[in-house]
């Protein structure tokens, strides 16, 4: 979610290599967090190649920020 919330778009190689996760690991946790509304997924193509291409929706960046609210309390609550 990180690497959405920072960039408009990535196509699946690029957060393939980004992330350097296998294919099935990376497209498990996409299908999940597209199940879940937090990415949406634009299907294409580039000449003749399938294209997909990820983006973070309204409600993945409100969860993502909810979440990095989340562990700066468990962190300021430990110190």
Avoid: C, Q, W
Avoid at 38 to 46: L, N, Q, R, T
Avoid at 50 to 60: A, D, L, Q
Wanted: charged share 35%; no cysteine.
């Amino acid at each position: 979610m990180s690497v959405l919330a920072v960039n408009d778009r990535l196509d699946f190689n690029s957060l393939k290599e980004y992330l350097d996760v296998t294919d099935g690991n990376l497209a498990s946790h996409m299908k999940a967090l597209e199940k879940e509304e937090f990415i949406g997924v634009e299907k294409s193509f580039v000449g003749r190649k399938p294209n997909t291409t990820y983006f973070i929706t309204k409600e993945g960046k409100k969860a993502f920020e909810d979440h990095l609210k989340a562990l700066e309390k468990l962190i300021k609550g430990v110190g």
